[in-house]
């Protein structure tokens, strides 16, 4: 009887070793193995449609823009001119959508944070006016970054409607939120 | 009044008479975004029939961009790829296919690879309203390589040469 309960606890003792092994080599191997990132990006009929929704806002006061649409990394997704636009008008746009994409937020609202006299809420100074000398950046209203689980996936530039910056970025914000729904 | 002064006036009269008509055209040959998307939704029709997803440039006759498309799952090189296209088919008034056969090394004209930006690859169209070219389009990605993407293109530039026809009927 003795020895049986001794086999037995061997052998519970023993499961239990090799379990954790398992377990310590799964957990290794997990550590070890590469992953590569999957990522998530503003398609090609997303960016469609952001575009199509600044030309019809801009629209109702007769304004031609040119629109850029930037992807998860910043790059071209879509940039179509406005009729009579002069040429340097479509990068003016894409610097606009790419500004918005990589600092996340309005082109108006990082304007504010990086102009040279900002100042945090306890009237601190903030001097983060170097960042405006990055390039593909531009200080200009018109831009607005595409935001899906809190980061920007893409962005969207206007530029050339008639009201000026404000009424640009007011264009953006409706491209962009004709697929709100789609991000969720 | 002179005969010389009367000469002068006569003179100038012709010129702004030349002038006021070369405007107007210069005018009206600009390629506009309906135009350009005409490309775009043909280029597209046409990669849903291939099962691909191209990138495309459409450019107007100064060689400027009118618009840009990068496809979902394009590779890094494809849009500027796409760019450099239209602007060898805009630039030397041929698709680029044609004009990659034209510059081979050893042939007379091997020399004009040289000019910048210019590509020798195929999937670069001329849009042609007439003899006329008013702007190009490049296709970079298509599944048939060099032909599929120069059939791609030839799509969009058919779409936009035949909105510009359509608007000079009515006109």
Request: proline letters at 3%; hydrophobic letters at 45%.
């Amino acid at each position: 009887m003795q020895k049986l309960m001794a086999g037995l606890v061997v052998g519970v003792i023993s499961i239990f070793a090799v379990s954790a092994g398992f377990a310590l080599m799964q957990q290794m191997t997990r550590q070890f193995t590469l992953q590569s990132l999957s990522g998530n990006d503003i398609s090609v009929e997303q960016a469609l449609l952001v575009a199509q929704g600044a030309i019809d806002a801009c629209k109702k006061d007769n304004s031609v823009i040119t629109v850029a649409v930037v992807d998860h990394v910043g790059g071209v997704r879509f940039i179509v001119r406005g009729d009579g636009a002069s040429p340097e008008m479509v990068d003016n746009a894409r610097r606009k959508a790419y500004t918005a994409r990589t600092f996340r937020q309005p082109t108006s609202t990082w304007m504010e944070h990086t102009a040279i006299d900002a100042v945090d809420e306890k009237g601190k100074p903030i001097d983060l006016n170097g960042q405006q000398m990055l390039e593909n950046t531009i200080a200009q209203k018109g831009g607005i970054p595409i935001i899906w689980h809190n980061d920007a996936i893409g962005g969207v530039g206007v530029t050339g409607s008639k009201g000026g910056g404000e009424a640009d970025e007011a264009c953006a914000k409706a491209g962009a939120d004709t697929i709100a729904d789609q991000l969720f | 009044m002179s005969h010389r002064s009367l000469m002068l006036k006569a003179a100038a009269a012709a010129a702004v008479l030349m002038i006021a008509p070369q405007a107007a055209q210069a005018q009206s040959s600009g390629l506009t975004s309906e135009q350009a998307l005409a490309a775009l939704r043909a280029v597209q029709a046409y990669a849903k029939n291939d099962g691909s997803d191209p990138s495309l440039a459409v450019i107007d006759r100064d060689g400027n961009t009118v618009l840009l498309l990068q496809g979902n799952n394009a590779a890094p090189h494809n849009l500027g790829l796409a760019q450099r296209k239209a602007f060898t088919a805009n630039q030397f008034k041929m698709r680029s296919i044609d004009w990659r056969d034209r510059t081979k090394p050893g042939q007379p004209q091997a020399s004009e690879r040289e000019t910048p930006k210019a590509i020798p690859l195929g999937g670069g169209v001329p849009i042609m309203v007439g003899n006329e070219v008013i702007g190009a389009v490049g296709v970079s990605g298509t599944k048939g390589g060099q032909e599929g993407d120069t059939a791609g293109a030839q799509a969009g530039a058919d779409a936009a040469a035949a909105l510009v026809k359509r608007l000079q009927a009515q006109n």
